[in-house]
């Protein structure tokens, strides 16, 4: 194209119109090559410093920060000495006993487009450490080719990759017309209150134009995925309350295990009561947008219909589920127990309202089996008193219209470069922080991504491939060099 538009300036007989296209030529030339260079420079970059992040990394990981109790302080500080060298001085923002919440940007302009990357920097316990092969916080590197360690995946390897990206970015001095602030923050694991707290306290004044929430984003044996929305959770712990008595003469108390059982059979009434919601992406959607990252649908289809699990992912994400995880009753075997517990786990999709599964349950306790609901501690009135607590709860979220998105767009692009693969759009299916960034209006243009295998969050042995790792700091970077330097 240039040597064409070369030959049609030199053609022109007009001097004064032929040194102004040749100034320009020279312009465009200038600009696509500083372009270049600019990519080529982060990209090289990364390869050269991969022994310094991944050192990094294995230092966050190394680092106690299991909630409870959380411990974040300890891991905020490490982040603000890491970025202290390159002139970032990171914001800590403490609170209780060593918590707190860390924001830290490029520079100190806000005026142009802002990009904000969020993490967590709490993880969940190891459980039994005797069962890990490896300890969970060793950060033991296998075959120089895997790290093992609690948090690898769900998300110390997200947030480093990040953090790291933004000390390449001051590093390399780039000039960005925008702004990267990144959010490390506490509590997601029992409730993201660190994600609510800064969006409506630090960062409040702060316009946000497109939100990388760093969890992982690999579901294996598929490609990384970029997810779009997420499902929300509701924890609901259900107490009956009956009278205890010898067991040799039942029928002198009432048995609290026998009124939540008569509760427990009678859950699946739930899907009469509560409002019907469509899935904001159907199955056959999801199947198609999977089916992008496959050579054909014809290859995807015949995969799908072997793979339980992959039918299983998708029709969870297609529809409300309840889940009865924990149950506890009696205090010995020839009591009548006084008292029952049970925790049940709701999973909502977007557009489904938390007080619309409580009135549910409320309706088949009190309506249909007759029960009474305490309202308050002086409530005794009734014999069969069951109390209901809500012990944790996660709002479900959609990014509506992200499909003409070009910022998304480009990401993807990037992404499919980077990592070697053709990446798809899903819907998260945990739940995350990403609710309280879209649904308070905050930023709609918010997505999930990161590296890590999805499947080994939580588990024993958990682990992170470092290339993965290393991919994602060179995502994060491209493309914030490409969204901001407009």
């Not at 699990?309 to 589920?321: D, E, G, K, S, W």
């Amino acid at each position: 194209m240039l040597i064409i538009l070369n030959l049609f300036v030199y053609s022109l007989n007009d001097k004064i119109l032929k040194n102004i296209i040749e100034e320009s030529l020279l312009l465009v030339i200038s600009i696509s090559r500083r372009l270049i260079i600019s990519e080529e420079l982060i990209l090289n970059e990364i390869e050269n410093n991969k022994e310094e992040f991944i050192t990094f990394l294995k230092e966050i990981i190394q680092t106690n920060s299991y909630n409870p109790p959380g411990n974040e302080k300890n891991i905020a500080i490490k982040i603000g000495n890491y970025l202290k060298d390159v002139g970032i001085d990171a914001q800590i923002f403490e609170y209780d006993d060593n918590r707190a919440n860390l924001i830290a940007t490029l520079n100190d302009n806000f005026e142009y487009k802002n990009l904000l990357f969020n993490g967590h920097m709490d993880v969940v316990p190891p459980g039994s450490e005797e069962d890990w092969k490896y300890p969970p916080l060793s950060a033991f590197i296998k075959r120089n080719k895997y790290m093992y360690g609690r948090g690898t995946t769900d998300m110390k390897g997200g947030l480093a990759a990040m953090v790291c990206s933004l000390k390449l970015l001051k590093r390399l001095k780039i000039n960005l017309k925008g702004n990267l602030i990144l959010n490390a923050v506490a509590d997601e694991e029992m409730g993201g209150t660190g994600t609510e707290w800064s969006i409506n306290n630090p960062l409040k004044s702060r316009k946000i134009d497109f939100t990388i929430i760093g969890e992982p984003t690999a579901l294996k044996p598929l490609p990384i995925a970029m997810m779009v929305g997420e499902r929300g959770r509701m924890v609901v712990k259900v107490t009956t309350n009956g009278i205890s008595t010898h067991a040799s003469w039942p029928f002198m108390g009432k048995n609290a295990i026998y009124i939540m059982s008569n509760i427990i059979q009678n859950l699946d009434r739930l899907d009469d009561y509560i409002p019907s919601v469509e899935p904001p992406l159907s199955v056959e959607k999801l199947k198609k947008l999977i089916a992008q990252s496959f050579p054909s649908y014809e290859i995807f289809e015949k995969i799908y219909n072997e793979q339980v699990m992959l039918q299983n992912v998708l029709m969870a994400l297609t529809r409300f589920t309840k889940s009865l995880t924990i149950i506890k009753g009696g205090i010995k075997d020839n009591v009548v127990p006084d008292k029952c517990e049970a925790y049940i786990d709701f999973r909502l999709l977007p557009g489904q309202k938390v007080e619309s599964i409580i009135d549910a349950l409320k309706k088949i306790i009190e309506k249909d089996l007759n029960y009474h609901i305490r309202i308050d501690e002086n409530d005794k009135k009734h014999e069969n008193i069951v109390d209901l607590e809500i012990v944790q709860v996660s709002e479900p979220s959609y990014w509506r219209d992200w499909e003409s998105s070009k910022d998304l767009s480009n990401l993807k692009s990037i992404i499919d470069e980077i990592f070697k693969v053709s990446s798809y759009f899903m819907i998260y299916p945990a739940s995350a922080d990403g609710h309280y960034i879209r649904n308070s209006g905050f930023c709609k243009n918010t997505i999930l991504f990161g590296p890590g295998n999805g499947s080994t969050a939580h588990s024993i042995d958990e682990n992170i491939e470092l290339s993965d790792y290393i991919n994602a700091i060179k995502v994060y970077s491209l493309f914030a060099y490409k969204f901001l330097k407009k």
